[in-house]
């Protein structure tokens, strides 16, 4: 069935280094591709996304990028911080009947050490 | 703008009893979805909803239900609980899938155990 493979479940990095998570997803239709940042005890949290008339994309210390013909993308973060501890997901969606169907990564939690 | 609340935060039930979980939110979107998060797992749709008085099925919507009488509550039965339901519940709404403002927004969780 559709799946998207999210490595490495933990990632842990001292701060100022950078980090990469990479996600792999099965459905070659999937043409929407978000990254959840959950913080302890809250809610999954909308960091970025791409879509997949785009190679990539950046927002300040978070960049995506995305190869179609591989089906990866991958979440890349700059000059780390503490506060950039905690659980992401990645995701890969589609159009489906009546809605938009969206698979999960497992996550990765990623720990910054000060 | 609260966003997306659910009630309750947290809750332990029995086997083979009810309740219910309560989501609103504020945002006049269309769209919206209940999720469990279990441990190792990314987020598994179980219902969902594209309007008022409409709901359909997920990805794992064995064991519960739903219903979406006003478009800004979307509300998660489960009517005999099961150890296997032990489990944190999101609860999400978004606009339009598939257009430029499309962004899913969670609500903070809800920890069900089923002892």
Known sequence: GENVEQHPSTLSVQEGDSAVIKCTYSDSASNYFPWYKQELGKGPQLIIDIRS??????????AVTLNKT???????????QPE???VYFCAASKGWAGGFKTIFGAGTRLFVKA | NAGVTQTPKFRVLK?????????????????????????GMGLR???????EGTTAKGEVPDGYNVSRLKKQNFLLGLESAAPSQTSVYFCAS???PGTVAY????GPGTRLTVT
Not at chain 1, 53 to 62: L, M, P, S, Y
Not at chain 2, 45 to 51: N, Q, R
Not at chain 2, 103 to 106: M, N, P
């Open chain 1, 70 to 80: 591989a089906k990866h993308f991958s979440l890349h973060i700059t000059e780390t």
């Open chain 2, 94 to 96: 978004s606009s339009l």
């Open chain 1, 84 to 86: 950039d501890s905690a």
């Open chain 1, 53 to 62: 008339n785009v190679g990539e994309k950046k927002d300040q210390r978070i």
């Open chain 2, 15 to 39: 086997t083979g009893q009810s309740m219910t979980l309560l989501c609103a939110q504020d945002m006049n979107h269309e769209y919206m979805y209940w999720y469990r998060q279990d441990p």
């Open chain 2, 45 to 51: 749709l179980i219902h969902y909803s594209v309007g």
């Open chain 2, 103 to 106: 962004e899913q927004y969670f």
